[in-house]
């Protein structure tokens, strides 16, 4: 036979060969349908399978990708501030009593010579008791005040006259109108009525 005639029967035998391969160029050209089973049917399913799950999957990653991003929760971060433990000013010790001048002051009546007993008293306990002097006004309530530094020693001087503790203050700047020229004292009694002092 001669050559065409071997193409042309070759040509024959291929397109009845139902393990062909390839037929996407027969379909688009409309010689050939989309076969129903066999071999070719499966390859194809597989192929339309394949080409769905990508489509689907390039929906999915567009739909998310579109999404607006939630905002990102920040844990809150809370502080605890511990109170500060109170600042208390040391007292100093009590000086020697001779070395502590005390000046008593009258507050409840010029005609009586209330505050020379009361310095009296101071006297007794070893302090240097100035002269003792009438208030310049009259107070109801007794006090004692005393210059930084002698805080202790006043207190012993208001248990001596029996002062309660809670009226020994600091001497203010000025000092009180009752009291006015300390005369250098470091401890200022105010005598007033509430004491036995006071009576007189």
């Known amino acids: 036979a001669t050559t065409p005639d071997r193409w042309a029967r070759n040509s024959q035998l291929w397109s ?3 393990a062909k391969p390839y037929y ?8 050939r349908s989309i076969p129903k089973s066999g071999p070719d049917a499966a390859a194809l399913r597989g192929a339309l399978v394949v080409i769905a799950g990508v489509l689907v999957g390039a929906a999915i990653l567009a739909n998310v990708s579109s999404r607006p991003k939630s905002p990102v929760a920040t844990a809150a971060t809370t502080t605890t501030t511990r109170p500060s433990a109170p600042v208390t000013t040391p007292v100093a010790a009590p000086h020697t009593p001779a070395a502590v001048s005390v000046l008593v002051l009258n507050g409840v009546d010029p005609k009586k010579t209330i505050s020379k007993a009361a ?6 306990g070893g302090f240097t008791a100035l002269p003792p002097r009438d208030a310049a006004k009259v107070v109801t309530v007794s006090a004692v005040y005393f210059v930084p530094g002698y805080q202790a020693d006043a207190a012993i001087v208001a248990s001596l006259l029996a002062i309660p503790v809670a009226a020994v203050v ?6 009180p109108a009752e009291v006015g020229d300390t005369a250098g004292a470091q401890v200022v009694v105010v005598v007033g009525p509430d004491i036995p002092a006071g009576a007189g």
Not at 170 to 175: A, F, I, R, S
């Open 119 to 124: 310095a009296a008293t101071v006297a007794a």
């Open 16 to 18: 009845r060969s139902p």
């Open 170 to 175: 600091p001497m203010p700047t000025p000092p």
């Open 24 to 31: 996407g160029w027969e379909l688009m050209a409309g010689r």
